[in-house]
């Protein structure tokens, strides 16, 4: 869930009043948005970095808050602060319009076919007379960074340049070039590199070198230029230092190119509805022409306004209250999404706006209507679902033999059911290609190689861990391992285990055969129905381990472990152990 | 032992009082055995009353015991010299301690040396007979009266150590308000032997104490974890949920993420997140039917739904990985109910492990426990959610519940549910909840007018919320503390 953080008073001048702190967190919690934290820059350098390097820092009051993950438009104060007045009726949603020039206006992107290598799709807008102030200019940096790191997956998918037009001319040239064939001045340096110095330079700047994969490796990288062979910017990392926005900028190119289509026009969409705000003529955009490789255009930003017709006796029927059209209507309103009654109230034509790219289906609709109405006033009730319950036969096998085992004096431990390569192979004096183990592709640690295919490690660690205790130790576990199985559709399956330990100053191996004759005598397998059959095992002591044999079906191995297995597990007593499949059972 | 109790008892009633150790240095006795015999006395309850006094004394040391027995080591000295005299270093091997007494015996004057004799220094008594003062007050010490000697004898007695100060403590004993002069053995247990005699009719019993703790009992224990989650079982049972089959931790993508309506460049299926699969890389079996209406609504909509326009892949759908959460098992149990020719509505529940490719630390492992409890049904509204969801906290003990808006890809409308917590005197949140997606469940082949209503939880925040552990890895894993699991108590949630 992304987190925004909005200096308080400026977020209280715009909604018109102040706040406490509590009587805001409710307003937030009723829209469905969470008051993180209450901080300041001073306080965040402090935590991050140590108070001797925020002297200095900014004690203005910042308010941290989390922004549902699919809601693009609440991610800068301009659009938290719209949506909020809108949702208390202190404000009419604004109606954002393309404005459409010529078809012949310089104001072009033509798309060239080597993108199609790296990046194949971009789309653009103009701010055209758009005020800054140093907090303005702040949120519209701040609102691309937001973007760039969700919906654009750390400009993977999307990545945003925006720039001074004026010192720029269209038509606009987006186009692949091989690294050493590009040469520019970058953003805040004062000489030009080519594409391949860049690279270079930018591998240590702490920021940057995060996104120089998405394009490292390919034989193109993207460009923009202007028709004079000006570099407005190499996406997805860094733009040109000719067309950098200051405070006095008055109109403002926007382009975003991106892997994903739908994903630009969305990020196009949010800011320019975000910022046209500012511009002198509110709320509306400059479009700019758009030509594919194949010769078609489009007109971008798109701003769709959507139909969906919904009805009201439906969005009652989902929520459980009894509201009339127009009192639905009105709740839709406040989000953002202006509903007229049609078909004599049968139904509701609801307006899905461009800055609301989250609402996919009716069902979104409807989640709007519950949360303006307050899910908090919707009564709360039980369907008359009757079912009668059934448990799961492992799991319910599982716990009554869970009860028996601790009923004979032994405890229960609960594992991890990932581990090393280790655990389940060299320490059991096995080699890893012959375990039939799921493995890891890209664990963090050592600890998740594999998932187990014994119970047996996990409780050995477990006796590592508590040799302050008084003996003998007494540990079992009831649980799953993971064995590789070509019959199941993903290859592999559960099989539930059942492992028991005992950890003495003598091996003691009569308590764990007893406990195994307590086992089988509970569930009703009698004396002559298993045997054990003396095999060799590198995880046993030699001549001290067997295959348990349950009428003819090899279930496990019960004996006493190997000195080897012992000391690899940082142990110093012996130890005598069973591990057995418990499915035959059920 | 009972003797000398009695004893006491006479002496008692005869005097009303005494001091143990006035008593016995009038009788001669050793004060530990007779403070012994009192002690015993008081725990017959109160025939006598004590009152403890601590004074000091002084005692003699061993050596000094010796010497009050044996006489002192200057006068053993004195004796063992025959008339005719004797060679030094035979007189000192013949008495221990012998350097000590000759030179005391010298300083004395008793004896005298004459170390020109021809067979070396020879020793011949001076005076004619002696007085062993030394043996003569430690034998006053011993009998106690160490008022007969001076101070500077004493002190001297103290210097070669042969006397020491203690501390103490001596009982002043009265009658109590139960006295009498005779006591019997009171026996301890009550046995067969008694019971088969009649034996016991006859004897007194000794009140058990009841301040001492007991015999702890040999027993094994269930995991604190696993209780709550067979409390957690309970509630479901009682609800009428029925069990899912979530044996399963290795699942495809699809399953885990397709089929519930998340894109496939959601950032929950990162390898940051997420734990990938080496081998088995790729599930290889899908019903085909369904996925390619997974496929359709993912990549143009369909269904009334805008779909997210994007170009979705078999491959990326089949990558195999530990499942990060067990809404994928409810996927594949909601499909396998839109197959059956009747819908039944259905009522399930699942309390398993799920993974997360996370960095570990005092509140997160790499894997954990979700609760997950749906109904699918005919017209189910979000009021009904939120009631039972109300009764299930209510099992729990959680009364008070609020509800606030969220985003969940796979449900909507989505409700992250709140409790008051009364400690913490602020709302906290104790789950996830939602409608699933038309876009989930309709290429499932559910009927269009059946919904399903979810919600989840994991198992580990509310058990160490009810036991107030704050670091997980001591609830979870190896490095619990086997103590704490034989210590736990009963799990009673709504208590």
């Known amino acids: ?586 | 032992m009972a003797e000398l109790s009695e004893k006491l008892l006479t002496i008692l009633s005869e005097r009303n009082e005494f001091d143990t150790l006035d008593l016995s240095i009038e009788l001669q006795f050793d004060h530990q055995r007779l403070v012994g015999a009192v002690k015993s006395l008081q725990s017959l309850g109160d025939v006598i009353t004590c009152e403890q006094r601590n004074s000091k004394q002084w005692e003699l040391t061993d050596e000094g015991k010796e010497i009050a027995e044996k006489g002192s080591h200057e006068a053993l000295i004195y004796e063992s010299i025959p008339l005719e005299g004797i060679n030094q270093n035979e007189l000192l091997g013949r008495v221990p301690n012998g350097k000590v007494g000759f030179s005391k015996a010298m300083s004395l004057g008793w004896i005298q040396i004459d170390k020109a004799a021809k067979d070396g220094p020879r020793v011949t008594k001076k005076v004619e007979a002696i007085e062993d003062g030394v043996k003569e007050i430690c034998q006053l010490v011993k009998n106690f009266q160490i008022d007969k000697i001076t101070d500077q004898q004493k002190n001297e007695c103290k210097k070669r150590k042969l006397i020491s100060e203690v501390k103490i403590v001596s009982y002043f004993v009265k009658k109590g308000t139960d006295f009498k002069t005779s006591v019997s053995k009171q026996e301890i247990e009550l046995t067969a032997d008694m019971i088969a005699s009649g034996s016991w009719k006859d004897k007194s019993f000794k009140p058990y104490n009841f301040n001492a703790l007991g015999l702890p009992p040999a027993s094994g224990h269930l995991h604190p974890l696993l209780k709550v989650r067979t409390q957690f079982r309970q509630i479901f049972l009682e609800m009428g949920f029925s069990e899912m089959p979530t044996n399963n931790y290795v699942e495809s993508s699809f399953w885990n993420f397709d089929a519930l309506f998340q894109p496939q460049q959601h950032p929950a299926r990162d390898a940051h997140d997420t734990f990938f699969i080496a081998e088995p890389e790729e599930a290889h079996e899908f019903p085909m039917d369904y996925l390619e209406k997974v496929k359709t609504v993912h990549s143009i909509g369909g269904y009334g739904s805008q779909g997210y326009k994007y170009d979705w892949k078999l491959k990326e759908a089949a990558k195999n990985i530990m499942r990060t959460h067990t809404t994928g098992v409810s996927a594949r149990m909601l499909y396998q109910l839109a197959q059956k020719e009747k819908f039944t509505p259905s009522k399930y529940f699942s309390i398993d492990r799920v993974f997360r490719n996370e960095t570990l630390d005092a509140t997160h492992l790499a894997e954990f426990h979700q609760i997950e409890g749906l109904v699918a049904d005919y017209g189910l509204t979000l009021g009904n959610l939120m009631g039972y969801i109300e009764q299930f906290f209510k099992k729990y003990g959680i009364k008070k519940l609020r509800f606030k808006p969220a985003y969940n890809p796979y449900t909507e409308p989505s409700m992250e549910i709140f409790s008051y917590h009364e400690g913490l005197k602020k709302w906290v949140e104790v789950g996830n909840s939602g409608v699933f997606r038309p876009e989930m469940l309709l290429p499932m082949g559910l009927p269009k007018n059946v919904s399903v209503i979810a919600w989840g939880l994991s198992l580990e925040r509310p058990t160490m919320i009810k036991y107030g552990i704050s670091n997980i890895r001591e609830l979870f894993g190896p490095k619990v503390n086997l103590q704490k699991i034989y210590d736990n108590p009963l799990c009673r949630l709504d208590k």
């Open chain 1, 1 to 586: 869930m992304p987190t925004v953080g909005l200096k308080r008073d400026v977020l209280f001048s715009i909604l018109g009043r102040s706040y406490s702190e509590d009587e805001f967190n409710d307003l937030c919690f009723e829209f469905g948005l969470e008051l993180d934290e209450v901080t300041s820059e001073k306080e965040m350098i402090s935590k991050e970095q140590g108070t001797d390097k925020a002297e200095g820092a900014s004690e203005v009051i910042i308010f941290k808050i989390d922004v549902p993950a699919n809601r693009y438009d609440l991610l800068c104060v301009e659009g938290l602060t719209r949506g909020l007045l809108i949702f208390q009726q202190k404000l009419e949603a604004p109606i954002y319009r393309m404005i459409e020039l010529p078809a012949n206006s310089i104001n072009q992107m033509i798309i060239h076919p080597s993108t199609a290598a790296v990046r194949p799709f971009a789309v653009a807008a103009i701010l055209r007379d758009i005020t800054f102030t140093q907090e303005r200019y702040q949120s519209f940096i701040d609102l691309q960074d937001k973007l760039h790191q969700n919906i654009g997956r750390q400009r993977s998918i999307v990545a945003i340049g925006t720039h001074d037009l004026d010192t720029i001319q269209g038509p606009f040239h987006y186009e692949a070039l091989p690294p050493k064939d590009i040469c520019f001045k970058p953003l805040n340096h004062k000489k030009e590199y080519t594409a391949i110095e860049l690279m270079e330079l930018f591998s240590t700047d702490s920021h940057l070198k995060h996104y120089l994969h998405i394009i490292q490796d390919k034989p193109v990288y993207p460009i923009i230029k202007d028709c004079n062979n000006v570099v407005l910017s190499m996406p997805p990392i860094i733009n040109g230092d000719h067309t950098k926005i200051t405070l006095k900028t008055k109109n403002v190119f926007v382009e975003c190119t991106a892997t994903d289509l739908n994903k630009a026009k969305i990020v196009l969409d949010t800011i320019v509805c975000m910022f046209s705000q500012y511009c002198a003529a509110p709320y509306r955009v400059e479009g700019v022409k758009v030509v594919s490789p194949d010769g078609s255009y489009l007109m971008h930003p798109e701003l769709p306004y959507r139909k969906e017709i919904v009805s009201p006796k439906e969005i009652n029927k989902s929520i459980g209250i009894s509201e009339d059209a127009s009192s639905i209507a009105s709740l839709l309103t406040r989000m953002c999404l202006p509903s007229v009654i049609i078909d004599n109230g049968q139904s509701l034509e609801v307006e899905i706006p461009p800055t609301r790219h989250d609402v996919l289906h009716a069902c979104d609709i409807i989640e709007d209507v519950a949360i303006a109405f307050g899910y908090n006033n919707v009564n709360r009730t039980i369907s008359d679902t009757n079912c009668v319950a059934e448990q799961f036969p492992v799991n319910k096998l599982t716990d009554l033999l869970r009860e028996v085992i601790a009923a004979a004096g032994f405890t229960e431990c609960l594992t991890f059911a990932l581990c090393s390569r280790e655990d389940v192979a060299d320490k059991l004096g096995k080699n890893i290609k012959d375990i039939p183990a799921v493995h890891i592709a890209n664990p963090k640690t050592l600890e998740f190689q594999v998932a187990r295919t014994t119970l047996l490690p996990g409780i050995l660690k477990t006796v590592a861990c508590n040799k302050k205790m008084p003996l003998p130790l007494k540990l079992f576990e009831i649980s799953d391992v993971i064995l590789l199985d070509k019959t199941k559709d993903v290859g592999a399956r559960n099989q539930r285990h059942m492992c028991a330990v005992y950890y003495n100053k003598v091996a003691g191996f009569e308590v764990i055969h007893g406990l195994f004759d307590r086992t089988m005598q509970v569930l009703e397998v009698p004396n002559n129905d298993y045997k054990f059959i003396p095999v060799d095992d590198a995880a046993f002591f030699p001549g001290q381990c067997a295959d348990i044999m349950v009428r003819g079906q090899n279930i496990g191995k019960l004996g006493v472990l190997h000195p080897d297995v012992i000391t690899k597990f940082d142990l110093n007593m012996p130890c005598s152990v069973f591990e057995i499949d418990i499915e035959p059972f059920l």
